[in-house]
C-alpha cells in the first residue's frame, strides 16, 4: 500500500525551529520530486520546497534562506528544517511526491507551482502554528 505520513508539526514561537518529516511506504522516494506544499484556512496552495535526485532543492521564495530540506534514502524519509518561523508560515503542511516530472525545476517546469497530477501521492498533512 502506497502511503506518506507526515509528522513534527506543533505550535512554537516566532524565531523558532522545527523539523517535519514525511515517511514514505509502498515506493521509492528517489525515483520521485518530493516536496512540501502548505495551506492556511481560507488561503491557495503555496509551494514551500523540492527535493530530487536529479538536480537537488528548490524552494519558495517567502521561505529561502529560512527552511531546508534533505532526504534519507535509507530511512525513504524526507524532512523539512524550519528555522526562523514567522506567523505567517502558520499552515498545515502537505509532503507530495511526483513520479514524472521526477525533476524540481526546467525550463517550461516548476514543481512548486504545477498543477496537480493524478499520478500524486499526498500524505494527510501536519499543522505548524507560530506564534507571535
Known amino acids: 500500500e502506497v502511503q506518506l505520513v507526515e509528522s513534527g508539526g506543533g505550535l512554537v514561537q516566532a524565531g523558532g525551529s522545527l523539523r517535519l518529516s514525511c515517511a514514505a511506504s509502498?515506493?521509492?522516494?528517489?525515483?520521485?520530486?518530493v516536496g512540501w506544499f502548505r495551506q492556511a484556512p481560507g488561503k491557495g496552495r503555496e509551494g514551500v520546497s523540492c527535493i530530487s535526485s536529479t538536480d537537488g532543492s528548490t524552494y519558495g521564495d517567502s521561505v529561502k534562506g529560512r527552511f531546508t530540506i534533505s532526504k534519507d534514502n535509507a530511512k525513504n524519509t524526507v524532512y523539512l528544517q524550519m528555522d526562523s518561523l514567522k506567523v505567517e508560515d502558520t499552515a498545515v503542511y502537505y509532503c507530495?511526491?511526483?513520479?514524472?516530472?521526477?525533476?524540481?525545476?526546467?525550463?517550461?517546469?516548476?514543481?512548486?507551482?504545477?498543477?496537480?497530477?493524478?499520478?500524486?501521492?499526498w500524505g494527510q498533512g501536519t499543522q505548524v502554528t507560530v506564534s507571535s
Open positions: 507530495l511526491a511526483r513520479i514524472d516530472p521526477s525533476y524540481c525545476r526546467g525550463p517550461r517546469y516548476t514543481f512548486l507551482s504545477a498543477s496537480f497530477l493524478p499520478s500524486d501521492y
Open positions: 509502498g515506493f521509492t522516494f528517489d525515483d520521485y520530486a
